[in-house]
């Protein structure tokens, strides 16, 4: 099992262009539809808190899940395996560009790839709003945060905090108001 973690997360670090946010559809098809190693339930949570936590998020979600499979040891393996396609494609970038960097097709090649990066970060900020079941209401929440972090440049940490403290306010009006109509 160890194995097939490495493998599963070296695949996913060494084929994944984009960054973090693109590796999500990658890592969600391969542990939760292939693999079947957590449910879509578990992998939504997952990516919730790794999204709120500091670092790199193919790391953070490499930890997670590979702790979920096969507890520390299998994070351990699981980050391993994230992170070294990426280091040694970033050694061998950065070799390249020395060499290169004043290159037009070097430069047009890197120009035609950023709408695709676009389009891998936006694909699973979709899945994610299928899967929280998204309402006029949430998908309002979810527009004012944008516009706050974008428009104002509020911190994502403070817009993180006040959605969960309005989330259990939320929770903690519905309870009483259940309460109140079922005596």
């Known amino acids: 099992m160890y194995w097939e973690l490495f493998k599963v997360f070296f ?11 693109a590796m999500l559809p990658v890592i969600e098809r391969e542990v939760v539809d292939r693999k079947k190693w957590i449910t879509k339930t578990v992998f939504t949570d997952i990516v919730a ?6 670092g790199v998020i193919a790391v953070n979600m490499a930890v997670a899940v ?9 994070s351990l393996v699981s980050v ?4 070294c396609a990426p280091f040694f494609s970033i ?20 120009l035609g790839m950023r709408p695709v990066v676009v389009a891998l970060i936006a ?8 899967s929280i079941g998204l309402t006029y209401a949430t998908g309002l929440i979810a527009c004012v945060a ?22 259990y306010a939320w929770y903690t009006i ?6 109140r109509r079922s005596t």
């Open 11 to 21: 695949r996913i670090g060494a084929f994944t262009i984009g960054g973090g946010l």
């Open 174 to 179: 519905d309870k009483h108001r259940k309460r």
């Open 91 to 110: 050694l061998a970038l950065a070799i390249f560009f020395q060499n290169f960097r004043d290159n037009p097709v070097v430069e047009k090649i890197f």
């Open 146 to 167: 944008t516009l706050l972090i974008w428009l104002l440049g509020v911190s994502p940490v403070w817009i993180i905090l006040a959605a969960g403290l309005g989330g």
């Open 66 to 74: 590979g702790y979920k499979v096969k507890g520390t040891r299998g």
């Open 80 to 83: 391993l395996g994230a992170v």
């Open 49 to 54: 808190v790794t999204q709120t936590l500091p």
């Open 123 to 130: 694909v699973p900020v979709i899945t994610t709003m299928r």
